[in-house]
Nanobody, 125 residues
Framework: QVQLVESGGGLVQPGGSLRLSCAAS????????MSWYRQVQGSSASSGKQ?????????????NYADSVKGRFTISRDNAKNTVYLQMNSLKPEDTAVYYC?????????????WGQGTQVTVSS
């Protein structure tokens, strides 16, 4: 089992910055991809607004971003601290959502997916 704890959310004005952190603990071996997703509060699969991928990073440092955050958000990873970060700059009201950390762990032949509890980010003046 892997436990993920996010922190760093809060209220920020448009154009501001926040840094989210996600610390992994437990059986953290073979965690390959760590990623950040977001979901607009009150949305669900039934409303057509599922969690969307914001950014992902592999254990080797390769990254991937949603088009909507490219150039504004940066994902990074400290393997020694088992922590992944999401630096969010030039925040917009449409970035408002609950942000979730996700870890994908390969235990051959199965990939296990773990989620954090989420942290609220609100961008508003």
């Amino acid at each position: 089992q892997v436990q993920l704890v996010e922190s760093g959310g809060g209220l920020v004005q448009p154009g501001g910055s926040l840094r989210l952190s996600c610390a992994a603990s437990g059986s953290i071996f073979s965690i390959n991809i760590m990623s950040w997703y977001r979901q607009v509060q009150g949305s669900s699969a039934s409303s057509g607004k599922q969690r969307e991928l914001v950014a992902a990073i592999t254990s080797g440092g390769s990254t991937n971003y949603a088009d909507s955050v490219k150039g504004r958000f940066t994902i990074s990873r400290d393997n020694a601290k088992n922590t992944v970060y999401l630096q969010m700059n030039s925040l917009k009201p449409e970035d408002t959502a609950v942000y979730y950390c996700k870890a994908d762990q390969l235990v051959v032949p199965t990939v296990y997916h773990y989620w954090g509890q989420g942290t609220q980010v609100t961008v508003s003046s």
